[in-house]
């Protein structure tokens, strides 16, 4: 079996197998203290509005190339298609930053989906200094700036620019013998205890990634201590909650699922397995008679989805989601992004980025198979469900679409423009006093939270319709959360290339449908994801920097609880409340 030692032998592993994303204060504002944040609101309910207005864009990797190269002629086709000298050593050193800041909205293969493509057809007219300078600065489209935001050196973003005109490699498969051997069981379920052995309220833990150090910290909600920190490889990108709650399942960008047991006195890690390459989303089994018994793991790559038993991670099967896309374009790579569980029936929701079909897995039957493949919008992305369950609507970013599908019905509802770059996380539900329920997305490259109607038996003229068009002070939004009990909409701008902005939140209000304020929680770093204890009562943003922070307000006042600090919190991004995770809270 497999071993995991360390945050460098997991990157290493992934990397192996494909040869291969302010002004400052120390809290809140006082309340009475007015924003100056224009807010645009009541605009009628519209299918299409213009998300392209000209103040919101500048020069981008997908824009026309200029023809003032020697190597480009008029129609950007390359004259000289030679790419940039480059060293063996310096391949397997781009390979490496490729796959840590790249890979993830651009492709294994450099095909493009909420980035641009990246192969050489593409980038070679764009030339090495244009490239690197927009490497370096980032693009109004949400893309960070690297260099400015000092997530790489000026070196490796002169190694990408470089790197990305030669042709990519072909990562190669990961097959069930290799995915069973890397099946770790650390702890049997015969050996755990059968009820909880902690005397804190194990239901209010918060699991925080730690992205750059490889770990997860669990925190107690109630009274801000950490409980514990598990080493969980490389880039964690979300946790996921069994149905019961009782195990957190971390999934890494290095495509390794990590099983953390909280009902010890100290959670542990029961078992370990890597199924992908590279990954972004796992999600348990949640229909009644299915809890705790089963988990997918969906890969960037290879094409695949695999599932293990909930309890051990033993894998019990593995499929392909290859297939030419639903415009009938042939495709060589289709990534699984956001995964949801029917609460109707015992079947996954799964989003296939490329393709753009959502495909329902049946986990009731042998071998999980795909049982409708339906056909929605390129490329999807992320998203959630409805506040019934029901209906799994999901960002189309590259297409700055929101798809809605019916699950329980297995069929695709509609599609309909929001803005540039839509990117909610899951997404945020509440009533709204006018339309009825809603939910919302704000976006990555256009300062605008689209609230659209999301109650089709209720209020079935406003559904699916954007009926609030609200603006903010910034694009580069990446979450936006509420909560049942809340009367706000929380909205970070983590990518935004404007100073500072990266650093600002904003609280959108339920009843009166504007912003209400926003304020910089921070004089460093990037303030990201959003999360409620149980109760609804409070909520924690990260402040994502090697001199990481956890910032807990008081959700009714907006007042600054606490701030968390330690040399532990190593660039924290997303938080999970335990019972939030497991119940669908959003």
């Given at each position: ?130 490239l690197r300078t927009t490497i370096s600065n980032g693009t109004p489209g949400g893309m960070p700036g690297w260099v400015r935001t000092g997530l790489m050196t000026a070196e490796e973003a002169d190694l990408m620019a470089r790197y990305i005109q030669h042709p990519p490699p072909t990562p190669p498969p990961r097959p069930m013998e290799m995915i069973r051997a890397s099946w770790q ?402």
């Open positions: 079996m497999e071993t995991y030692k360390s945050r460098a032998s997991s990157l290493g592993l992934a990397l192996s197998l494909l040869t291969a994303a302010c002004e400052t204060t120390s809290g809140a504002p006082p309340p009475d203290v007015p924003q100056d944040v224009s807010v645009i609101v009541d605009t009628p309910p519209s299918d299409v509005f213009d998300a392209s207005a000209p103040d919101d864009l500048g020069p981008r990797l997908d824009a026309p190339v200029p023809s003032d190269r020697a190597d480009a002629t008029t129609d950007g086709a390359p004259v000289d298609a030679t790419p940039p000298a480059m060293t063996p050593e310096e391949l397997v050193r781009a390979q490496r930053v490729y796959f840590d800041r790249c890979a993830g909205c651009h492709g294994a293969l450099r095909a493009g989906a909420t980035g641009p493509n990246l192969q050489p057809s593409r980038t070679l007219p764009l030339g090495t200094a244009r069981l650390n702890v049997p379920v015969a050996e755990r205890p059968t009820r909880p052995m902690t005397t804190r309220n194990w239901e209010n833990f918060f699991g925080v990634i730690l992205r750059d150090a490889g770990q997860v910290a669990i925190l107690d909600g109630d009274t801000f201590e950490l409980v514990s920190i598990v080493p969980t490889g490389f880039a964690v990108h979300i946790l996921r909650s069994s149905t019961s709650g009782r195990y957190f399942y971390a999934i890494g960008r290095d495509g390794r699922v990590t099983l953390i047991d909280l009902w010890t006195p100290t959670p542990t890690i029961d078992a370990v397995v890597q199924g992908c390459s590279d990954a972004r989303s796992v999600e348990a089994s949640r229909f009644p008679g299915y809890e705790d018994r089963l988990l997918i793991e969906g890969c960037y790559w290879p094409p695949q989805y695999v599932v293990f038993d909930g309890a051990t991670l033993e894998p019990r099967g593995m499929q392909s989601i290859l297939s030419d896309a639903i415009t009938g374009e042939h495709l060589d790579e289709v990534r699984v992004a956001s995964i949801v569980a029917s609460r109707f029936e015992p079947v996954w929701a799964v989003s296939l980025k490329e393709s753009g079909f959502v495909a329902l897995v049946d986990y009731s039957q042998p071998e999980f198979p795909v049982v409708s493949r339906i056909p929605a919008v390129r490329f999807l992305h992320d998203g959630g469900w409805d506040h019934t369950g029901r209906y799994f609507m999901i960002s189309a970013n590259a297409s700055n679409r929101v798809a809605v599908v019916d699950v329980r019905d297995r069929r695709f509802v509609t599609s309909f423009t929001t803005g540039l770059g839509p990117h909610p996380g899951r997404a945020a539900n509440w009533q709204d006093p006018t339309y009825g329920w809603v939910n919302a997305v704000a976006h990555m490259g256009q300062a605008r939270l689209a609230v659209y109607g999301a109650d089709p038996e209720g209020s079935p003229e406003n559904a699916w319709r954007v009926v609030r068009n609200v603006a903010l002070p910034s694009a580069g939004s990446l979450f936006i959360k509420t909560h049942p009990n809340s009367p706000w909409v929380w909205i970070d701008s983590p990518v935004s290339t404007e100073p500072n902005a990266a650093r600002r939140i904003c609280v959108y209000s339920k009843a009166r449908g504007v912003i209400d304020r926003c304020w910089f929680a921070s004089d460093h770093g990037q303030t990201v994801h959003f999360e409620y204890n149980r109760a609804g009562t409070q909520v924690w943003v990260s402040v994502w920097d090697r001199t990481g922070e956890l910032v807990v307000y008081d959700d009714r006042t907006l007042a600054e609880v606490t701030r968390i600090r330690g040399d532990w919190l190593v660039t924290p991004t997303g938080k999970f409340n335990v019972y939030n995770t497991a119940h669908d809270v959003y």
